[in-house]
């Protein structure tokens, strides 16, 4: 019996050290501060008594009133001490940022709301549902896009096969209906294949193996996909470049060059004929560049945040007549983020559009004054 006496007092040692320490309270406070989720403790008259760092944006500060929807959540876990959970919506903490963001309501929570203590103290764990409301509607929208873009082709498939079989004794209509089932087939193959690569450049191993590679590199690639459609709209491209050693960075070589081609692509689908396309390789300080400048239609300045979105068109008819999927500007965007990197745009209706890879450099690559090399 004495053993056991011991063995229980020494379980219960550490439990009396930290009750009796007087820092026991800052503790807790610390830790609450450390949790991603937002924490509040309110008294039996709704008042908050407690709030941790991650209360503050929601527009929770003790010594004010619980919003009236967490006031009622915890009304009723107080009646009857059973522990529930419920989403809500916070209303706006701040109401100049209310105006300024257009918003009426404050971000959508999770709240869990369980009961502390003898003095009707009530705890509620809140967790901010912005981001993943905002992953659940990306993800509708995805599969919406993906559906239209696919039913499109599709049905052109359809209606050109039943047009074959109609006009079956007519040779130069089965020619000409063939050729248009062969158009839409590419596009449907392209559209697929691109969805492809984007679900892997999302993926965990998003950009497999980094090796050693120079942006030369990824742009003679690029101008041998693209060079056909360029001289089909007998469009120039012309390489400028820096003197001196490669412009090296660790990557993958097939993604950086499908990274240029489609910037490339999309340069020579939205210039008219004959004019010129320029793409540039430079380093600044630790970062190597590579742009893709045309002389072509531009973007509007509303569209310019949103050229890189998954399906996004400026001119979703001219996209559709050029062939394009949607998805170029957005598997470059992965790609250079993937690498470390940014891909942004410059743009004015009328003046052309320049977009741009930044890399981080790998030595070996220099800082010089640049000349214009042999066009493709």
Request: proline share 5%; hydrophobic share 45%; net charge negative.
């Amino acid at each position: 019996m004495a053993d056991l006496a011991a063995r229980q007092r020494r379980a219960s040692a550490p439990e009396r050290r930290l009750a009796d320490s007087p820092d026991v309270s800052a503790i807790a406070l610390s830790v609450l501060d450390a949790l991603t989720a937002a924490v509040v403790v309110t008294a039996v008259d709704g008042t908050i008594l407690i709030t941790n760092a991650a209360s503050g944006p929601l527009g929770l500060v003790a010594g004010a009133n619980l919003p009236s929807d967490l006031a009622e959540l915890a009304a009723t876990v107080r009646a009857d001490g059973v522990t529930r959970e419920q989403n809500l919506t916070l209303p706006a903490a701040d109401a100049s940022v209310l105006m300024l963001r257009r918003e009426r309501q404050g971000p959508p929570v999770r709240a869990r709301a369980s009961t502390v203590g003898t003095d009707g103290w009530v705890a509620l764990v809140l967790e901010d549902l912005t981001e993943s409301e905002r992953v659940e509607a990306v993800r509708r929208d995805f599969v919406a896009n993906v559906s239209h873009e696919l039913k499109t082709p599709v049905g052109a498939l359809l209606l050109l096969a039943e047009a074959i079989g109609d006009g079956a004794d007519d040779p130069t209509s089965v020619r000409r209906f063939a050729t248009r089932i062969s158009r839409e087939a590419s596009r449907l193959g392209r559209l697929v294949q691109e969805l492809i690569d984007l679900s892997r450049l999302q993926g965990a191993e998003a950009s497999g193996p980094l090796f050693p590679t120079t942006l030369e590199k990824a742009v003679g690639e690029a101008l041998d996909r693209t060079r056909l459609a360029a001289q089909a709209k007998h469009i120039s491209v012309a390489v400028v470049t820096e003197p001196g050693p490669p412009l090296l960075v660790l990557g993958a070589e097939d993604q950086l060059a499908t990274a240029v081609a489609n910037l490339l692509e999309n340069a020579v689908h939205y210039s008219p004929e004959r004019t010129r396309v320029v793409i540039g390789l430079r380093r600044r300080d630790d970062v190597v560049e590579v742009s893709v400048a045309d002389e072509g239609i531009g973007i509007d300045e509303a569209d310019l945040e949103r050229v890189f979105e998954r399906f996004y068109r400026s001119d979703p008819a001219r996209s559709r007549a050029t062939g394009g999927t949607g998805l170029g500007l957005a598997i470059v965007k992965h790609i250079a983020t993937n690498h470390g990197g940014e891909a942004t745009v410059w743009s004015a209706p009328g003046k052309g559009s320049t977009f741009t890879v930044r890399l981080p450099a790998l030595e070996g690559s220099t800082h010089h004054h640049p000349q214009e090399g042999t066009p493709a």
